[in-house]
């Protein structure tokens, strides 16, 4: 069993930076190789993968719809995973999640390919 939780969500002016950290605890061996991603559900929206990261080597995959914006990283030593969100607009605003899935060839972004998931921290960005 894994267990995910996230930090770091607030409120950002319009133009602004966030980092969000997903720390993961329990099976720490699952975590140390495995695709690990960032979704955001919007109100009345589905949830979207935003992007993920393959822990096993850091390859990375961003979402078309936040590239040059954000970026994915992680800390294998302590197990967590971060959001840079950078130039921040209100269409970002949304519930952020963290996941961990296995990995099939690369990581996806579908949410129906990940396993664990976090309880989500808010985002909100004003104008």
């Known amino acids: 069993q894994v267990q995910l939780a996230e930090s770091g969500g607030g409120s950002a002016d319009a133009g602004g930076s966030l980092r969000l950290s997903c720390a993961a605890s329990?099976?720490?061996?699952?975590?140390?190789?495995?695709?690990r991603g960032w979704f955001r559900q919007a109100p009345g929206k589905e949830r979207e993968g935003v992007a993920a990261?393959?822990?096993?080597?850091?390859?990375?995959y961003i979402a078309d719809s936040v590239k040059g914006r954000f970026t994915i990283s992680q800390d294998n030593a302590n197990h967590t995973v971060y959001l840079q969100m950078n130039s921040l607009n209100t269409e970002d605003t949304a519930i952020y999640y963290c996941?961990?899935?296995?990995?099939?060839?690369?990581?996806?972004?579908?949410?129906?390919?990940?396993?664990?998931w976090g309880q989500g921290t808010q985002v909100t960005v004003s104008s």
């Open positions: 996941a961990a899935g296995l990995r099939y060839g690369g990581c996806s972004l579908s949410r129906s390919r990940y396993k664990y």
């Open positions: 990261i393959y822990t096993g080597g850091g390859a990375t």
């Open positions: 329990g099976d720490t061996y699952y975590t140390s190789s495995t695709c």
